[in-house]
């Protein structure tokens, strides 16, 4: 079982930059692959990034070049930088925890409010 706590969000002008942060729980954090996405009001929830457990990455189109995923397994917490924030930013962003060896993510946290006003 695995819990996600998000947080660092807020609202922000066009142009700012924030970090999102997400603590996962457990000892076998390391092994997961870690996603980022959003959700706007009356839209599908969006893929944003994911870095796996050997660290590598990929990102959204849409977001390529302002935003950075990252780990920090010695304290179990994902990153997500983002940088240029755009109005089109502005959704509830989820991390999501993917076990080894899986297709599909398992775990969710609660969800940050990100907000970016021009």
């Known amino acids: 079982q695995v819990q996600l706590v998000e947080s660092g969000g807020g609202l922000v002008q066009a142009g700012d930059s924030l970090r999102l942060s997400c603590a996962a729980s457990?000892?076998?954090?390391?092994?997961?692959?870690m996603g980022w996405f959003r959700q706007a009001p009356g839209k599908e929830r969006e893929f944003v990034a994911v870095i796996t457990s050997g660290s590598s990455t990929n990102y959204a189109d849409s977001v390529k070049g302002r935003f950075t995923i990252s780990r920090d397994n010695a304290k179990n917490t994902v990153y997500l930088q983002m940088n240029s924030l755009k109005p089109e930013d502005t959704a509830v962003y989820y991390c999501?925890?993917?076990?080894?060896?899986?297709?599909?993510?398992?775990?969710w946290g609660q969800g940050t409010q990100v907000t970016v006003s021009s």
């Open positions: 457990g000892r076998t954090f390391s092994t997961y692959a």
């Open positions: 999501a925890a993917r076990r080894f060896m899986t297709s599909k993510y398992d775990y």
